[in-house]
């Protein structure tokens, strides 16, 4: 049902800067040297790779560009998660796929070529070596927010997500229940299954600090590459399941502030990425 674009370079910047999510033209832009960026694993991340993404993380942070962007994860107009109700967890992969992939042109603003990672706590059971002490201060909605982390110590949730979990809702065979295991975990009769944990709430509960904070856990960097993994694990159960989609309407099928649409999301290679 999806409507592939057209990708080419110039049109990629064009429809980017037509969302003109923030201050910077095309004029800024430098063209990358694909027209399919790689989205990897940040454990196969060469050192230049995860300094580009670093600097130019830094740099949208001290333009105000970075705070301004986790502000709108803050607005719960916006309808975003399933604690919105039945609309906002149908919206809440397709809405992160454009978050993501909004911040990520403006990383490429600075390095064209630079690219959102993926933390596959599958495998990798701890915070990422070369993030633990990326701890910034950033502007939100005028106030400074520190990033702070307390891993492990949440008692309500003392792991990340295994393999199993997400063996079971790739499983699954209808996007609602794909999108709802994959957000909060799967519940069955008596409640959350015992052997699952609650998936991509988990990670969040697990980092802890701001990251267990709904309205600012995109403060801290871990954010966009949990959100990567989701946003990966939902690309790879789109590949089994295609015709399989929110199937959201109307205005509620646009993933406001910014004006794509459901569709414009449904294929990651459209939007000018692909997983490794
Ligand atoms: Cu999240």
């Given at each position: 049902m999806y409507r592939p674009q057209n990708v080419t370079e110039t049109n990629r910047l064009h429809i980017w800067a037509a969302e003109n999510s923030f201050r910077f033209n095309t004029t800024h832009l430098l063209p990358r040297s694909s027209i399919t960026i790689k989205r990897k694993n940040q454990s196969n991340m060469t050192n230049d790779e995860k300094e580009y993404f670093l600097n130019s993380i830094q740099t949208l942070i001290s333009s105000g560009d970075y705070g301004k962007h986790v502000s709108y994860h803050g607005n719960?107009?916006?309808?975003?998660?399933?604690s919105h109700g039945e609309i906002g967890k149908t919206r809440f992969l397709p809405w992160h796929r454009i978050y993501l992939f909004e911040l990520e042109q403006m990383l490429q603003a600075f390095e064209q070529d630079t690219f959102i990672p993926y933390w596959d706590w599958t495998t990798d059971?701890?915070?990422?070596e070369w993030l633990v002490n990326f701890t910034p201060t950033v502007i939100v909605d005028n106030q400074p927010r520190v990033v702070r982390r307390s891993p492990h110590r949440s008692p309500n949730t003392p792991n990340l997500p295994p393999e199993g979990d997400v063996n079971m809702v790739m499983s699954l065979n209808s996007y609602g229940s794909f999108t709802s295991g994959l957000e909060g975990g799967i519940f069955g009769a008596g409640g959350l299954l015992q052997t699952q944990t609650q998936m991509h709430n988990e990670v969040h509960g697990w980092v802890?600090?701001?990251?267990?904070?709904?309205?600012?856990?995109?403060?801290?960097?871990l954010f966009w590459l949990h959100h990567a993994n989701c946003d990966r694990i939902w690309a790879q159960w789109q590949k089994e399941h295609?015709?399989?989609?929110?199937?959201l309407s109307g205005t509620d099928s646009i993933l406001d502030p910014w004006t794509y649409t459901e569709e414009e999301t449904l294929d990651t290679s459209s939007l000018g990425y692909i997983y490794d």
């Open positions: 719960h107009n916006h309808r975003m998660h399933s059971r701890d915070i990422p802890g600090g701001i990251m267990g904070n709904i309205r600012y856990s995109p403060t801290d960097v295609p015709s399989e989609i929110p199937g």
